[in-house]
């Protein structure tokens, strides 16, 4: 009874974390909405302004080098701006899931796919997706294939060009379980509890926010997500879908 007593504890605390995490979420995504928003457009106008002057001074032999520097700096660091409010509209988003019956392995086959044309996945040296055909969950294709994104994008990041991103894809009865595993750099003990956090970052050029929506997509599907991470090992993250 008492071993009992002990996992329900263990249970209700886990539990609780969840909510508050959830709730932590909420209300960061509608101040976050709301800014990100009113920086959209200013932010877009920079952009442009920045675009238009480099492409202006681009074949001038005559601008002097400082200023070209300088124009460059603008559009860099314009670009990064433009990828945090990009991540922020993604996160606050308020819509509902679009639930539709998804084939798990094919939408985790196309992300690769996309990944792997565009560069993205280049920081691995191999990958490996092991699952049954034409395992089903209800769900929005568009949200989960971000969540793919996420994950694979952190694992590469945490690789550095020499490990491999393994995935399995398993079913419960009532359940699907994705789990996604590299042979990164992994997460210290003291920083796991707060990857979820939006904002939290470890790298130079992080924004904080991919796991903050990993979390909340999860969430809508009611779902769950955990993690499970040894130093200088790697890391496996493990989704639980319902079907
Ligand atoms: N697969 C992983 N391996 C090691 N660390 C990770 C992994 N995924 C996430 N992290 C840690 O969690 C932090 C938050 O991740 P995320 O929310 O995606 O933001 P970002 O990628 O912009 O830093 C990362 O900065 C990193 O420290
Ligand atoms: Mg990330």
Do not use: W
Not at 211 to 217: D, E, Q, T
Request: charged fraction near 30%.
């Amino acid at each position: 009874m008492q071993h009992n007593l002990v996992e329900r504890e263990k249970e209700l605390i886990k539990k609780n974390e969840e909510l508050l995490q959830g709730r932590k979420l909420a209300s960061i995504g509608t101040l976050a909405s709301g800014v990100a928003h009113e920086l959209n457009n200013p932010l877009n106008n920079i952009y442009l302004a920045a675009q238009i002057l480099s492409k202006e001074i681009g074949d001038q032999d005559t601008c002097p080098p400082i200023v070209k520097e300088t124009v460059k700096d603008i559009f860099s660091q314009t670009l990064r701006v433009k990828r945090i409010v990009t991540d922020l509209l993604e996160f606050s988003r308020e819509k509902e899931p679009e639930l539709k019956t998804v084939d798990i392995k094919n939408l985790i086959n196309s992300v690769l796919t996309r990944m792997e044309i565009s560069g993205e996945l280049s920081g691995a040296k191999k990958f490996n997706l092991r699952a049954a055909d034409d395992i089903r969950v209800l769900a929005d294709s568009h949200l989960l294939e971000q969540v793919f994104v996420n994950l694979f994008s952190n694992a590469v990041d945490a690789m550095e060009g020499k490990g491999f991103i393994d995935i399995e894809i398993n079913t419960r009865n009532d359940s699907v379980r994705i789990k996604v595993s590299d042979t990164g750099k992994g997460i210290s003990a003291e920083n796991i509890p707060r990857i979820f956090d939006p904002f939290f970052t470890t790298k130079e050029k992080g924004t904080g926010l991919g796991l903050a929506i990993v979390f909340s997509i999860i969430e809508k599907h009611k779902g769950k997500i955990e993690v499970d991470s040894e130093p200088h090992k790697g890391t496996t993250f493990t989704i639980t879908l319902p079907r």
